[in-house]
T-cell receptor, first 113, second 112 residues
Framework: ETGVTQSPTHLIKTRGQQVTLRCSSQ?????VSWYQQALGQGPQFIFQ???????GRGNFPPRFSGLQFPNYSSELNVNALELDDSALYLC????????????FGPGTRLTVT | DQQVKQNSPSLSVQEGRISILNCDYT??????FLWYKKYPAEGPTFLIS?????DKNEDGRFTVFLNKSAKHLSLHIVPSQPGDSAVYFC???????????FGTGTSLTVIP
């Protein structure tokens, strides 16, 4: 049981607005990755944070940004929302064992209208 | 550019039989591969992985096979159980990188 939580569960926003999604866990994980999963697609890597610094980014524009806090919780911020941003957003944390086995939260379903 | 592909969107199997899920990749630099299972309203759950130095890894009812020359991996579930019904994603990465590349998923239905 990794206890990875994400909030909110669901969210509806209007095009052009800004949104902040959150991720946390019961225990400390120094690496967090964020993914976007569009309907019918696999998760797509947005970026990763390691010890509060961005440690890699996928093919997403700068209006997708993130933060990782000293308590290892994390935020994903998306500015100037577009209709195509509607998706399930997943955070994934690593355990102390190995980086390669990421443990996912349940996701936040974002709908942009 | 989809570097990891799962060409079968869905698969139905009778309980007790073998389920075989397939995955192909295009990037020869990938050297670590994973399978995840996803139930509705939950995040993906890690299932099993394999390094490129191996061609097989087994964990209980789950076995992953890797054919590097064909850039193909498969997940075998024997025997299949109704609780295995879920969407299965394969993922790949490079040890030197930090990005996972996921396939589009295969929805497995195990019929009682």
């Amino acid at each position: 049981e990794t206890g990875v939580t994400q909030s909110p569960t669901h969210l509806i926003k209007t095009r052009g607005q800004q949104v902040t999604l959150r991720c946390s866990s019961q225990s400390g994980h120094n690496t967090v990755s964020w993914y976007q999963q569009a309907l019918g697609q696999g998760p797509q890597f947005i970026f990763q944070y390691y010890r509060e610094e961005e440690n890699g980014r996928g093919n997403f524009p700068p209006r997708f940004s993130g933060l990782q806090f000293p308590n290892y919780s994390s935020e994903l911020n998306v500015n100037a929302l577009e209709l195509d941003d509607s998706a399930l957003y997943l955070c994934a944390l690593t355990t102390g064992g190995g980086f390669y086995e990421q443990y996912f939260g349940p996701g936040t379903r974002l709908t942009v209208t | 550019d989809q570097q990891v592909k799962q060409n079968s969107p869905s698969l139905s199997v009778q309980e007790g039989r073998i389920s075989i899920l397939n995955c192909d990749y295009t990037n020869s630099m990938f050297d670590y591969f994973l399978w995840y299972k996803k139930y509705p309203a939950e995040g993906p759950t890690f299932l099993i992985s394999i390094s490129s130095i191996k061609d097989k890894n087994e964990d209980g009812r789950f076995t992953v096979f890797l054919n590097k020359s064909a850039k193909h991996l498969s997940l075998h579930i024997v025997p299949s159980q109704p609780g295995d019904s879920a969407v299965y994603f394969c993922a790949a990465m490079k040890y030197t990188g930090n990005q996972f590349y996921f396939g589009t998923g295969t929805s497995l239905t195990v019929i009682p």
